[in-house]
């Protein structure tokens, strides 16, 4: 593969949908397997590329709660699962800020503390490996981010709960944000955020 073609394990992708493109490259998507994305929100992934064979749901279009789909075990050949992964406590979401993220997943609200995230993080990805069929890919957005002054491994917490599922971890792509992270109130005291980062489980 010529060096400007080379896919890194973190890269500024400018958008999900450009690293959507880089994970098909990669093997981890195909156009002709029956995929699902369970938060499809304004469908941002797939504005460059889109599989054949797709179903997508989102509270704001079909009231289908990834918490619980409508489908029997073993069903899709791959799944794009993107939660609400930062809580809306840890970062200045008021006013549109708030609408547009509450938008962007889907969600007339979304949990207020760490735990309650991770929770709803949890039985999402558990639901979604009861409908993913066996040797497929599920793939899955995270951060790691500050809450109060206490820093949140969420992407740590998602792992261990992928792995008491029973699934293993493929890869891990560093979304890296061209964005600036929010400004410190006070001095800073720790490291932005300026990541999310892209797991791809096989089951």
């Known amino acids: 593969m010529p060096q400007d073609n080379i896919i890194f394990a973190a890269s500024f992708w400018r958008t999900n949908a ?15 397997k029956s995929t699902l994305d369970p938060t499809y929100g304004r469908g941002k992934w797939w504005t460059n590329w889109q599989p054949d064979n797709f179903t997508y749901h989102d509270l704001k279009i079909d009231q289908v709660d990834f918490t619980n789909l409508p489908y029997e075990d073993n069903t899709f050949e791959q799944i794009c699962f993107d939660p609400p992964y930062v809580c809306i406590g840890g970062r200045n979401t008021s006013g549109p800020n708030q609408k547009t993220m509450y938008e962007g997943f889907g969600l ?7 735990q309650g995230v991770q929770d709803l993080i949890d039985r999402g990805l558990t ?6 069929k066996p040797k497929s890919y599920i793939l899955v957005k995270c951060q790691d981010y500050n809450y109060g002054s206490k820093f949140r ?3 740590y917490w ?27 109130r006070g001095p800073q005291k720790s490291a932005r955020r300026n990541l999310s980062t892209l797991l791809v489980f096989s089951k």
């Open 18 to 32: 450009q690293l959507i493109e880089d994970c098909v490259k990669l093997g981890y998507l195909d156009k002709g």
């Open 108 to 114: 007339d609200v979304a949990p207020r503390t760490p």
């Open 127 to 132: 639901e979604c490996y009861r409908v993913l």
């Open 153 to 155: 491994a969420g992407t």
């Open 158 to 184: 998602t792992i261990h709960h992928a792995f008491s599922l029973g699934l293993t971890l493929k890869d891990r792509m560093e979304h890296l944000s061209y964005g600036r992270p929010q400004p410190e």
